[in-house]
């Protein structure tokens, strides 16, 4: 299949060709779901973690005798009941990986690009020639391009620093290098904005 190219004024200077397998596939949201379980799950640190009653210090001598006080009964300070003591049941540190095999990845990646490109979500621009890094620069092709007031998704084939610094004071906009794009990054946007080598190196990275 075919995808229209714009320039910076958003006019349609030439076409690129795309693997049917990657951009025109009946799209598979279980996997979709899937994968992007995974991608958050996988984010997650699991290094919030508490000491139980063995694990605090101090607490080695009863803090009074068993009888004769009028008191209940302690055999440490580190008890839970008390104030410095052990947590009962607090949270330890997890392992929350759920990994996914490679080909269920990139077919998520796949049935997303599909359902997008049908949605008429995904446009393609020419190389972005900013001399030096202004805001007003990208803020201007998005306007060119009717997607100034839409929370756009930026995939270029590299991230250089006149591109990224013309893009990262605008609030909508997020970069990512397309071949490094997750599932989440292609649902997390209205509109997937694609450099014209950047499409080609993701059409390339998930044909079959």
Do not use: C
Request: glycine content about 6%; charged content about 30%.
């Amino acid at each position: 299949m075919d995808i229209s190219i714009h320039n910076s004024s958003g006019e349609i200077i030439s076409k690129v060709r795309l693997s049917d397998s990657v951009f025109k596939i009946k799209p598979n949201d279980d996997v979709i779901f899937r994968a992007v379980m995974s991608e958050n799950t996988n984010s997650r640190q699991g290094t919030s973690s508490t000491k139980t009653r063995s694990e605090v210090s101090g607490g080695g001598k009863k803090p009074w005798k068993q009888k004769g006080r009028g008191a209940a009964r302690a055999g440490t300070i580190r008890s839970p009941l008390w104030k410095g003591g052990g947590i009962t049941h607090g949270p330890k540190p997890k392992n929350y990986k759920y990994d996914l095999p490679k080909k269920m990845k990139q077919l998520a990646r796949r049935s997303v690009l599909s359902q997008r490109i049908k949605d008429k979500q995904i446009i393609v621009v020419d190389e972005l020639k900013f001399d030096t890094p202004k805001t007003k620069n990208f803020l201007k092709l998005m306007i060119s391009l009717g997607i100034n007031d839409k929370k756009v998704a930026f995939f270029p084939e590299k991230n250089t620093d006149v591109v990224f610094k013309s893009a990262r004071n605008l609030p909508n906009v997020t970069i990512v290098v397309s071949k490094n794009a997750s599932t989440y990054d292609l649902l997390d946007a209205e509109v997937l904005l694609f450099d014209k080598e950047g499409i080609k190196a993701l059409n390339k990275q998930l044909e079959v």
